[in-house]
């Protein structure tokens, strides 16, 4: 039996051999961590025989990271760590590599912490991450939306939870993310293709969301979080406790926001024509809440670790009620403008339920890993009842669906996961596997998608090779298999149906039937080339793969949402995309730069196509959408500048371009639908040092320029362009040694008028949401600390 009582010690100093005093040390795989003294000195006892890693972590040093192995006895090691310039702190690294992620990754990698989410807290993590280069949602109302990289989103990005791929309902413009992001942890962001990890629906990037660290042993405390917001008169609060004894540990959060109508600076708008009044500036009916719970919880040691994730998120919401169904006219505006915070029909419930299990185990030279995952998403959808088309007038007192319930989705799935890490020698060799089960069941008086049940699975294998110190290759293969059920479905009324001069009354078939299987194999490779001097380059070349999803298959009725008959295509042939990403860094002291750019190429991208048809069955005559596909190129990229102009003065430089065009089919030439413009970030951020109880303060202004996007794809419209600014302050306030951490934000500081080209109600030319002062203030507290224990034993 491998020994129990080891012991790892250490001293940390600066350039100038002064003990460093505070200095947090992370050691792996134990999950644990030791702070140095007023000497620099760290210890971790009880510690068995095998490899382990140690990472430091402060703001002001460079990042250390060391590996080494113990045996027998006990080893101490003298570490220096060196001073970093100041730079802004909103992008680091992380996956248990914090220092080394963006070197030794040939994707292009960015990852965010639990501070950059408190500094910029948007109406949901989506909206929060979009400050990023790259990356953009597709937004409806104010808690509602999903993104966008690099102009691709819905089945195109993979959303990954706790380690299991989130299925909701994606593919929906209105549908977004049930994420609570005051649970989340570290989000990485992969921008570009990253199937050959994730299977069919990254081809577009993957946003990969961790829960926050472990607690260190024989630790209980927590935190509260409170966040309020003006436009929608917005409160809410998150409250986490947390608690370790030597191995077993529990993790728990209680959230819930409540928020009124949201406000634009309009007065009116033209909803197809009609125009529509807006009392006080509000969308009506854009109201909603949203609760959050979740538990972590499991036993972790040197070697082994198994950790269970419970999490259950709720919202109701609703939908501006002017632009739902095909009859805006037919709003009580008396009745919904009466209150800000009533929650009137249209709206929508969405429930969130998720179990997950992440099991690891390390041996010597290789790192077993396992996710077992259960997810329930259950959304309604509620309005009134209007007849379209051959529908009765009158809805029938013996139909058994409710006549307030227009559609709903009832979504089951079961996944895992296994990956086994191995080090051979300058190898690091990652094999994988991939099962998920899909039941998919609808309800409701109005039909747009049919029952569904998939399956899909996969296996790969990654290689990283250190060719040299200075040179890291990867190399990567994926196959996939998937298959689709789809059953039939059948209207509940009577239509009007002529075939060879002969009238009759049936009842139509909206869906037939339809089972699909799809495979395809794909790889990836890539090269990072880190010499000294500050400058690294990394770049990838590979193919991905997506299975068409049931609505893009077999979609047969009124998007209520787009004012438009969608039409499925159960031909469609799986996407596959052909990618090559570069990105080039510069980074020396007061200044760092890196140039990102891409190129895509998909031989037959899935697009929904307007026809010159028009549907008179469901609709007053709406235009209908058929999927369809064609050859679709795609070429950006993005720059990050940040530049010390002062000791406390910084300035950085976000900005992005994206051209998509259609080589092939009846839209040839044209772009693609939400194809974001050009635009640039300018950041100024003051960092003084404060005195007194203040620490870490900042002052930072943001202007942020659009440019218009005239490249567009019929039925879109052009979208002018635009500039705002926002404005961001905080600070950590030291009370009773705890540090209450400030965050104050002003979004939209000037009240302007836009539209965004990505935002689901650009297309009715709604603008997005006016001025927005969001004050949010984070007070940990610890009930007993790992010092404190030490010292009593």
């Not at 992620?101 to 949901?124: H, K, P, W, Y």
Request: glycine share 8%; with cysteine; charged share 20%.
């Amino acid at each position: 039996m491998q020994a129990q009582n080891l012991r790892l010690s250490g001293i940390i100093k600066d350039e100038q051999g002064q003990p460093l005093k505070g200095i947090v040390i992370y050691l792996y795989p134990a999950s644990r961590q030791a702070t140095t003294d007023v000497k620099g000195y760290f210890v971790f006892n009880n510690l068995s025989a095998g490899a382990f890693e140690i990472q430091t972590g402060h703001e002001s040093f460079k990042a250390l990271q060391f590996k080494s192995e113990l045996r027998s006895g006990n080893l101490h090691f003298p570490f220096i760590l060196h001073r970093l310039p100041h730079q802004l702190a909103e992008v680091t690294v992380k996956d248990k590599h914090i220092a080394s992620r963006r070197q030794e990754e040939s994707l292009n990698v960015e990852v965010v912490t639990a501070d950059f989410i408190q500094r910029n807290l948007g109406g949901s993590l989506m909206k929060t991450l979009e400050r990023l280069p790259g990356i953009k949602t597709i937004g409806i109302g104010s808690g509602q939306s999903k993104p966008l990289i690099r102009g691709l989103g819905f089945n195109r990005v993979v959303v990954v939870d706790k380690g299991v791929k989130h299925e909701g309902q994606q593919w929906g413009a209105d549908h977004g993310l049930e994420i609570d992001q005051f649970a989340a942890g570290e989000v990485e962001l992969i921008k570009g293709a990253a199937s050959f990890v994730y299977g069919s629906d990254a081809i577009g990037g993957a946003i990969d969301i961790e829960p926050a660290r472990v607690p260190a042993p024989y630790t209980l405390g927590g935190s509260v979080d409170l966040i309020g917001k003006t436009n929608n008169n917005l409160y809410g609060t998150s409250v986490n406790l947390y608690g370790r004894k030597r191995d077993w540990f529990f993790d728990a959060r209680v959230t819930y926001q409540d928020y009124g109508d949201y406000r634009v600076p309009n007065d009116k708008v033209y909803v197809y024509d009609y125009a529509v009044n807006l009392h006080n500036n509000q969308l009506r009916n854009t109201a909603g809440t949203e609760t959050g719970l979740h538990l972590n919880t499991g036993y972790i040691n040197d070697r082994f670790r198994s950790i269970f994730y419970l999490s259950n998120t709720y919202s109701k919401s609703g939908f501006f009620a002017n632009a739902h169904g095909l009859e805006p006219r037919r709003v009580d505006e008396v009745l919904h403008d009466a209150s800000s915070r009533d929650l009137l029909m249209p709206n929508q419930k969405v429930n969130h339920l998720k179990l997950i299990n992440h099991t690891e185990y390390q041996l010597p030279g290789n790192r077993l890993e396992m996710e077992l995952g259960y997810q329930h998403n259950f959304r309604q959808e509620f309005s009134p009842y209007v007849n379209h088309g051959y529908m009765p007038p009158v809805y029938p007192a013996d139909l058994q669906i409710p006549a307030s319930l227009e559609r709903e989705f009832d979504k089951r799935v079961y996944s895992i996961n296994l990956r086994d890490n191995i080090s051979l020698g300058r190898h690091e060799v990652k094999l994988g596997a991939n099962l998920e089960r899909q039941n998919n069941d609808i309800y409701g008086w109005s039909f747009l998608v049919p029952s569904f049940k998939q399956s899909s699975t996969g296996a790969f294998v990654y290689d990283k090779y250190k060719l040299s110190e200075t040179v890291l290759l990867h190399g990567a293969l994926r196959y996939d298999y998937g298959q689709i059920n789809m059953f039939a479905y059948q209207d509940w009324f009577n239509s009007t149906v002529t075939t060879d001069g002969v009238t009759a009354m049936e009842k139509l078939t909206r869906a037939e039937d339809l089972s699909r299987v799809f495979n395809s194999l794909v790889w990836s490779a890539g090269l990072n080339y880190n010499p000294a001097g500050g400058f690294s380059l990394k770049a990838n070349v590979g193919k991905s793969f997506r299975m068409p999803i049931a609505k893009e298959l077999a979609a047969n009725g009124v998007n209520y949402h787009y004012f438009s008959y969608e039409r499925g295509n159960p031909a469609l042939s799986p996407e596959q995309s052909y990618q090559a990403d570069l990105s080039l860094a510069w980074a020396a002291p007061g200044w760092s730069v890196q140039l990102s750019p891409f190129y895509n190429y998909f031989p037959n991208y899935i697009y929904l196509n307007p026809t010159a048809a028009h549907d008179y069955f469901y609709g007053a005559g709406n235009q209908v959408f058929q999927y369809a596909q064609s050859r679709v190129e795609r070429y950006g990229g993005e720059l990050q500048l940040k530049y010390q102009l002062l000791k406390n003065l910084t300035t950085e430089v976000l900005a992005e371009y994206l051209y998509a065009k259609q080589l092939s089919g009846e839209k040839k030439g044209y772009t693609l639908p939400f194809s974001p413009p050009a635009s640039a970030l300018f950041n100024l951020t003051w960092s003084p040092k404060l005195k007194g109880r203040f620490e870490d303060s900042y002052f930072s202004i943001d202007y942020c320029i659009t440019a218009a996007q005239n490249n567009i794809v019929p039925p879109e419209k052009k979208t002018p362009g635009y500039q705002i600014i926002n404005l961001q302050a905080g600070s950590k306030v030291r009370i009773h040694k705890q540090a209450v951490m400030i965050s104050l934000q002003a979004q939209n500081l000037l009240n302007t008028r836009y539209l965004n080209h990505t935002s689901f109600y650009r297309l009715i030319e709604l603008p997005e949401a006016g001025r927005n002062i969001v004050l949010s203030l984070k007070v940990p507290f610890n009930v007993q600390s790992q010092t404190h224990k030490q010292q009593n034993n």
